[in-house]
């Protein structure tokens, strides 16, 4: 499996942005973001099958992880974006079952390339 995240570009405070992934339906999926300087941090993840969305407190209610296994695509839609959005966001899978946490990067093992996003004030 290889993962590349997409859809990421510049745009304004308040605009909206979809990132997508294309992990297989085998796979938990996480994305996690990197601020210049910062270290890499937690945005959401979804169970394999759809059955349990999780979500950093800072992008709760904006933004909105969901997945297409038909399609075997994830993705990350983002609302309301904040200049404090802007990162280097990453996708990346894991297994079905773990006793990792979702919001932990130890569960997943595969991870991509990731698409920038920056948001002008």
């Known amino acids: 499996v290889q993962l590349q995240a997409s859809g990421g570009g510049l745009v304004q405070t308040g605009a909206s942005l979809r990132l997508s992934c294309a992990p297989s339906?085998?796979?938990?999926v996480g994305w996690f973001r990197q601020a210049p300087g910062k270290e890499r941090e937690f945005v959401a993840a979804?169970?394999?099958?759809?059955?349990?969305?999780y979500y950093a407190d800072s992008v709760k209610g904006r933004f909105t992880i969901s997945r297409d296994n038909a399609k075997n695509m994830v993705y990350l839609q983002m609302n309301s974006l904040k200049p404090e959005d802007t990162a280097v966001y990453y996708c990346?899978?894991?297994?079905?079952?773990?006793?990792?946490?979702?919001?932990?990067?130890?569960?997943?093992?595969?991870w991509g390339q990731g698409t920038l996003v920056t948001v002008s004030s």
């Open positions: 990346a899978a894991g297994p079905k079952n773990s006793g990792e946490s979702y919001k932990t990067e130890n569960r997943y093992y595969i």
């Open positions: 339906d085998s796979y938990s």
């Open positions: 979804i169970r394999w099958d759809s059955r349990g969305m």
